[in-house]
């Protein structure tokens, strides 16, 4: 599925089965919830956390997944075209750091 692709199809899951899209606070909102989840997993999974017994089941694609809907409702919402935004971002990236990592003896 391209970005394209999955923006259409989060409009009409929205449109079938969400009613309307909530609006962009509360979008902004339940983004910032989503990463949380995904932070915390993170953090007890991967970090030096332990990890609860209550956490153990959480699946981290699951909420990764959650934080890609929730991104694409806001862009759909916005008129962002995500597709699009990527490939200026990654090009402007690009540009600009075209040796900066290579020549950084902090991750080489």
């Not at 609006?23 to 983004?31: F, I, K, R």
């Not at 970090?47 to 956490?55: A, I, L, V």
Request: aromatic share 4%; net charge negative; glycine share 4%.
């Amino acid at each position: 599925m391209t970005i394209k692709e999955a923006q259409e199809t989060v409009d009409n899951w929205i449109k079938t089965h969400g009613v309307r899209y909530f609006n962009e606070l509360t979008n902004m909102a339940m983004l910032t919830e989503e990463v949380g989840e995904v932070a915390r997993i993170i953090a007890r999974r991967y970090g030096e956390q332990s990890e609860k017994e209550s956490d153990k089941d959480k699946s981290l694609n699951d909420e990764l997944a959650d934080v890609l809907f929730v991104l694409i409702c806001l862009a759909n919402q916005t008129g962002i075209d995500l597709e699009e935004a990527l490939e200026k971002n990654l090009s402007k990236k690009t540009q600009r750091d075209l040796n900066r990592h290579k020549n950084n003896p902090k991750i080489n």
